[in-house]
């Protein structure tokens, strides 16, 4: 049997700055490549703090994970991309706002700098669809 990959970014999400699509998916398994806190009905920064772009994020998620037959509940794991570490708690509680009781493993880094200007913090994830929920 031949794997599939298949790789796509939703019409109702942010344009990739670069040759990639947001989503890849083999068979229940989901991976959301780098993400970053634009509103994709304007492109641009859905606010110049990271609590705002926290939130626009995790908006962006749930429409990518609701594309492939999954949601925020069915993350399995997250990695943030802070630029500046004294914005972790203003992340934090934006992120448990947005993603309620589910808390999924998370690794955070502090970076140097990320590609579009004014991005503070950027997150990608890996999930499973709704019919490969983890035990």
């Known amino acids: 049997m031949k794997t599939r990959v298949e790789t796509f970014t939703p ?3 942010p344009k990739p700055i670069g040759p990639y699509s947001h989503i890849a998916k083999v068979g229940e398994h989901i991976w959301i490549g780098g993400t970053a806190g634009v ?3 304007t492109q ?3 606010g110049p703090h990271v609590a705002e772009q926290t939130r626009q994020i995790l908006k962006s998620f749930k429409v990518m994970l609701e594309s492939v ?4 509940d069915h993350i399995v794991h997250v990695n943030v991309f802070l630029q ?3 914005d972790f708690e203003a992340m934090n509680s934006a992120y ?3 993603m309620g009781e589910h808390r999924p493993a998370r690794t955070v880094f502090s970076v140097k700098e990320l590609p579009k200007p004014g991005v503070l913090l950027t997150m990608n994830l ?3 669809t709704k019919s490969g929920s983890p035990a």
């Open 11 to 13: 019409p109702s999400t």
């Open 39 to 41: 509103d994709p009905s």
């Open 44 to 46: 641009q920064l859905a």
């Open 69 to 72: 037959g999954s949601g925020l």
């Open 84 to 86: 500046d570490m004294s």
């Open 96 to 98: 448990v706002e947005m």
């Open 126 to 128: 890996t999930a499973v």
